[in-house]
């Protein structure tokens, strides 16, 4: 998809989901930390993504994974902009994932349209403020606590209510500092500040936050609850549990799945929609 198909999906009612595929150029991610370090890797690997059937490149230059440390502004910059700009030259929808502005800023001159908060726009102020003079898209995730300390011990009287509150919450703070409120995606933030029974809960109420009103991102690949609930410890080897994921997040409303295994997916996505009707 490039980025004017982009706009025209944000105002289609009946949207066909979109298959965001991960690239972390980062030494450190929890799957895959350090493969694409090398610009020419990560050139390779967006080529490889776009050929498998990735609508939207997701670059991140800063884990965000459990126990992990902010990466300064500078040096996410470094790692991010060559793999932006080769997926942005492809014409392919890229974001940037990152919480800081200056980050985001320099990304949206290499060819990035959609910034993707993990913070929802708490870490920066400057960050909606960019995104509302750009006309970017944002999409405004939700966290409890900070990666350094999330998984500490995360605590909700009922988080469905929580997360639909605080995604709404944000919506409102965005589009305030001058955010199109039709360029807002919304994502529960599988993982981050949770519990594997709070992901469950979360996935099993899926609807509930698929109809806020934007589209709804889910981000599930590979990450540990898939990891506890199939006994499998290796992330690179939780395929199975991803794509029954996948399947179940479309089916139950997600506009976007975040997936590092993009061929896979890829089928899993057209499987799920022929059976829904939505192909
Ligand atoms: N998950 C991760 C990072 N960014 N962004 C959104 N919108 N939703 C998510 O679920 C999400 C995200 C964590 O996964 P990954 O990027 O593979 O790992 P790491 O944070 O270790 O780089």
């Known amino acids: ?83 932006v700009r080769a997926a942005a030259s492809r014409g392919v929808v890229v974001s940037i994932d990152t919480t800081r502005a200056a980050v985001a800023e320099a990304a949206l001159d290499a060819g990035a349209v959609i910034v993707n908060d993990v913070s929802a726009g708490r870490d920066d102020p400057a960050l909606l403020r960019l995104v509302a003079g750009r006309h970017a ?40 500092a001058g955010v199109d409120p039709s360029r807002i995606l919304l994502d529960p933030g599988i993982g981050f500040g949770k519990t594997t029974e709070h992901n469950l809960e979360l996935l099993r109420e899926l609807p509930r936050l698929a109809g806020l009103g934007h589209p709804l991102v889910v981000g599930t690949s590979r990450k540990r609850f898939i990891g506890e609930i199939t006994g499998e410890p290796d992330p690179s080897r939780r395929l ?25 997916m890829r089928q899993v996505l057209r499987m799920t929609c022929a059976m829904m009707s939505r192909r």
């Open 137 to 176: 898209a944002i999409v405004l995730m939700h966290m409890q606590g900070t990666p350094a300390t999330m998984q500490q011990a995360p605590t909700y009287s009922d988080v469905v209510r929580e997360v639909r509150d605080f995604l709404l919450r944000r919506r409102d703070v965005a589009a305030s």
């Open 1 to 83: 998809m490039n980025p004017l198909e982009l706009s025209s999906w944000l105002h289609t009612p009946r949207r066909p989901p979109l298959l965001m595929g991960v690239l972390n150029v980062t030494p450190d991610s929890f799957s895959d930390g350090g493969r694409h370090l090398d610009p020419a890797d990560a050139e390779r690997r967006v080529e490889e993504m776009i050929a498998e059937g990735a609508d939207w490149i997701d670059v991140g230059g800063e884990s965000t994974r459990p126990g992990s440390q902010p990466v300064p502004e500078d040096e996410q910059r470094r790692r991010v902009l060559p793999a």
């Open 240 to 264: 199975l549990g991803t794509a029954a994921t996948v399947s179940w997040s479309i089916a139950n409303g997600a506009s976007v799945v975040r997936v590092h295994d993009v061929q896979a």
